[in-house]
């Protein structure tokens, strides 16, 4: 059989993984690594960026799609091709957008408020929808990012439809015992918005890595293999398919909730087809065996699509030749470039 | 009313087809097919419509266009995608790129205005209580025939036969010496064919904008849940369920709460029968 | 007392009826194997039995209570687990992930803890890693217990589909064709095997074409023919049963010479 007897321990040193997605325990490489990654979110950025609000906004798009990437790779982990998150932001955003103008409740209340709205929408519709599989997964969670936009259309008073809600206030200042925590987001700085879009991610990286890692991501990951294996030794494969839908929609409906409050409008057409397809696209050009593939993903193409500014006619139409590059050459994300054998190794791996 | 949906009915059965054929050979979900029904209309358009060409001819344009761009993506992309026997997802992400791809080809070369071209016959029938305007009249016939057509390749023809083979079994068909590669590419550009066929055909009644991809897309994806993905009863069943149901809603109900209504009733029904009316259990 | 009670399994599919009005029952600790030529409905029943299929009508009663109607996992659950195919494991998982894994309904951890590695969670995973390398071991499987499992040859495939199924402490296992594609030797592991398991207090009732196995192995044998039971008894009397030798033996004659 040919086994290769300092391969036999494998799961140390599976470093091929920025963030191993099955390890409990990170190497200290590893940790490093992402230390590195949030000393650069939080200190380098701000000091070699911070004069520069374009970059900052830039940045800060791509760390709260990184974010709401991330939900469509939990949906991945057990299996399932998620294209419905833009109908969860769009969720997320009018929540915000509602409860901030109509009746004054503070940004910092709505922000973990939409997550839970959307979680609750996703487990109510995810219930059912779940049962499918492959394409017809695909097809119907695509039709609803286009039920809810055409929802948010013909909203009467409560969305306003297509008008949609603008003045959309930014978020106060939280303060305790009198001292001021997190200062009152003006218009003028991007830099407030750009850490909370940090902390967010950072947030979410490790909330993930840990349900990854947890006894929940191997039960995630049995469901993805086989459902029935899963079933016939007693996992209810339909819980956890909701709850891992749940926790996607989750993520999603925050993260639409920040945009909102950072462009202070939301429409129905904020969220399109095309957005819920960007989401996932992001997670495969990372790489989808790796927790950081969302992030990789989002900020490249981000970075990227501005970056193709200068040619700005061709701008989309390079970004899907690109796109069409990345698949073919690169089916298991960029990330993969790290390993030999695309990241499956004999031991270990996805 | 009744009228408007059968001449939805009948186009829309080219569109669903078409999604069907594609799938069923090769297993792809062709994410691109609306932006085939939009460039399909294009090719009306700026044929047609800006060099006045004859409309007959320019509809064999677009299958000669289309077909080109459902043979490529088939030879180029998707036969590519299958030797590298990659995680199942990845054949559907391409197929989204490939969509992407046309969205913005199309984006950068016809802009963004809503085209229109200029009716190919002029005057109105009367049946009952109905107006049948000829123009619609033309293209519910076309319509009809391309698809009899089809199904008439499908049934007769080697080429037709090596398809609904390569449907059936791909291991068998190879093994009894039919080059898979190839059928699979006509089916591809046969495929595309139908859906810039179809556009071909609705851009005389509501004309074309690089925006409608999508929109179609998502129609073919109806259709086919409705009827059943990957058999061709089922596709036309679909079709005529969505073209009634689109036709009267839009007539009784305003604008966009009839596609509301649509999917939240598709949803509800997938509940219940998630295979579609025909189709097998997927997955 | 019989531990599974079959009473009047029937379903129907379409125009087609798959099993035909099925009854017997299976007493605790023995080991019963269903037999009978390809097609005779065998692997729906085993569907039935776990819940994996509606039935038609009739009902399944385990341990006096009727478990037809639950979830398939609930099933599970409660002490009747199934083994599949032999491809039917965690492909992308070691061999030792896929028996940890399978541990899942022995958590006392909640969900919430589980995800904030509770106390409760972490003597857990001790347990279920501790148990899952005695099952891995008792099935001859821990020098490949780090190995992918698609990668692991085949009679190892099988033996960790069983490791697989016992993680999940079945009172009632129900074996698939465990013997299915080996040689003589192979077989006779096998047996042993199975007869191990039952030694450890888990009734067994499996499916089989392999004749001299089943012939050794068993307590009782039903043989199904076109979805009917035409034949219930030990082996002796089923090998003597006239009904039994028209439809499946003559042919298992052949069987069984190699």
Same mark, same amino acid.
């Given at each position: 059989m040919g086994l290769e007897i300092n391969q036999l321990?494998?799961? /140390? !040193?599976?470093?091929? *993984?920025?963030? #191993? *997605? /099955? =390890? !409990?325990r990170l190497s200290f490489r590893q940790k490093l690594r992402f230390a590195g990654f949030v000393l650069i979110l939080f200190v380098a950025v701000p000091i070699l960026l911070g004069r520069s609000p374009y970059y900052i906004t830039v940045l800060t798009n791509a760390a709260i799609l990184s974010f709401i990437s991330l939900g469509v790779w939990i949906t991945f982990s057990i299996g399932r091709m998620n294209l419905a998150q833009g109908a969860f932001a769009l969720v997320g955003g009018y929540a915000v957008a509602i409860l901030a103008t109509r009746y004054g409740v503070s940004f910092w209340l709505c922000l973990p408020l939409s997550g839970l709205i959307s979680a609750a929408l996703g487990a109510l519709i995810g219930w059912p929808v779940l049962r499918l599989k492959g394409v017809y997964f695909a097809m119907t969670t695509l039709s609803l990012t286009e039920a809810i936009r055409l929802l948010a259309l013909n909203g009467g008073d409560i969305t306003k439809g297509a008008t949609g809600i603008v003045n959309i206030p930014r978020p106060g200042a939280i303060g305790l015992f009198g001292l001021t925590i997190v200062p009152e987001f003006n218009g003028a700085d991007p830099l407030p918005f750009y850490f909370l879009a940090c902390a967010l991610l950072v947030l979410g990286l490790v909330a993930v890595w840990r349900l990854s890692t947890s006894r929940l991501g191997w039960v995630f990951r049995s469901l993805r293999q086989n459902e029935d294996l899963a079933t016939s030794i007693g996992i209810n494969v339909a819980k956890y398919r909701v709850i891992a839908f749940g926790a996607c929609c989750f993520m999603g409906g925050i993260g639409g909730a920040f945009f909102a409050a950072f462009h202070q409008n939301i429409y129905? #057409?904020?969220?399109t087809i095309s957005d819920s397809v960007n989401f996932m696209l992001y997670c495969f050009l990372g790489g989808l065996s790796y927790i950081f593939g969302p992030v990789v993903g989002a900020f490249l193409l981000v970075i990227a699509f501005e970056l193709l500014h200068a040619v700005q006619d061709y701008q989309a139409l390079i970004y899907g030749i690109l796109m069409i590059v990345c698949m073919l050459w690169l089916p298991n994300g960029i990330l993969s470039l790290g390993t030999r054998h695309d990241g499956k190794g004999k031991y270990g791996g996805r | 009313m009744l009228v408007n949906g059968v001449v939805l009915a009948v186009n829309y059965a080219l569109i669903a087809l078409g999604i069907t054929l594609i799938f069923s050979i090769m =297993?792809?979900?062709?994410?691109a097919h609306g932006q085939m029904f939009m460039i399909g209309g294009f090719v009306v358009y700026y044929l047609y419509g800006i060099f006045k060409v004859n409309y007959f001819v320019s509809l064999v344009a677009v299958v000669i266009v289309l077909g080109a761009i459902g043979w490529s993506f088939e030879t180029f992309f998707f036969r590519r995608m299958r030797r590298m026997a990659t995680r199942e997802e990845n054949s559907m992400l391409l197929a989204v790129g490939t969509a992407l791809l046309l969205e913005n080809l199309a984006l950068s070369i016809f802009g963004e205005k809503q085209r229109g071209v200029p009716p190919v016959v002029t005057g109105v029938f009367r049946i009952g209580t109905a107006y049948l305007p000829a123009g619609r009249l033309l293209v519910m016939v076309l319509a009809l025939a391309l698809i009899v057509g089809l199904l008439l390749f499908v049934q007769y023809t080697k080429l037709g036969r090596a398809m609904r083979a390569l449907a059936q079994d791909r291991e068998v068909t190879h093994l009894m010496g039919v080059n898979v590669d190839r059928v699979a590419a006509y089916g591809f550009a046969l495929g595309a064919a139908l859906a810039g066929l179809a556009g071909g055909l609705l851009v005389t009644v509501f004309g074309v904008n690089s925006g409608v991809g999508n929109v179609y897309s998502i129609k073919a994806f109806i259709m086919i849940m409705i009827g059943g993905a990957g058999v061709v009863p089922g596709a036309i069943l679909g079709a005529i369920a969505l073209g009634f149901v689109e036709a009267i809603g839009y007539e009784l109900l305003p604008g966009s709460i009839t596609y509301l209504l649509i999917f939240t009733g598709l949803i509800i029904f997938l509940i219940l029968?998630?295979? !579609?009316?025909?189709g097998k259990p997927w997955g | 007392m019989a531990i599974l009670d079959i009473q009047g399994i029937t379903k129907r599919f379409g125009g087609l009826t #798959?099993? =035909? =009005?099925v009854s017997f029952s299976v007493e605790k600790g023995a080991i019963l194997s269903v037999i009978g030529p390809n097609g005779a409905g065998k692997s729906t029943l085993f569907k039935l039995i776990s819940s994996f299929l509606p039935p038609t009508s009739g009902r399944v009663n385990y341990n006096g209570h009727t478990i037809t109607g639950l979830a398939p996992h609930e099933v599970a659950r409660r002490g009747v687990v199934r083994t599949f195919q032999e491809t039917t494991i965690f492909k992308e998982m070691t061999a030792l992930q896929n028996v940890i894994v399978a541990h899942q309904l022995r958590c006392r951890a909640t969900s919430l803890g589980i995800y904030f590695s509770s106390a409760a969670a972490r003597a857990d995973e001790e347990r279920f890693h501790n148990n899952a390398t005695e099952i891995l071991d008792y099935l001859g499987l821990s020098t490949v217990k780090h190995m992918l499992a698609r990668n692991l040859p085949h009679g190892h495939l099988r033996a960790l589909g069983i490791a697989v199924a016992m993680a999940a402490e079945p009172k009632v296992l129900l074996l698939d064709e465990?013997? *299915? !594609?080996?040689?003589i030797e192979e077989t006779d592991a096998a047996v042993k095997l199975v007869q191990g398991i039952r030694d450890r207090g888990v009734t067994i009732v499996l499916v089989e074409h392999d004749m001299s196995a089943v012939m050794r192995i068993s307590d009782k044998i039903v043989v199904l023919n076109f979805g009917t039971k035409i034949a219930e008894g030990t082996p002796t009397e089923v090998k003597r049963d006239e009904a039994v030798i028209g439809a499946y033996l003559g042919e298992a004659d052949e069987e069984v010479g190699h």
């Open positions: 321990t494998h799961h /140390e !040193g599976s470093g091929s *993984s920025r963030i #191993a *997605s /099955e =390890n !409990g129905p #057409a904020t969220y | =297993n792809v979900l062709n994410f029968r998630p295979q !579609g009316l025909l | #798959a099993v =035909n =009005n465990p013997f *299915s !594609g080996m040689n």
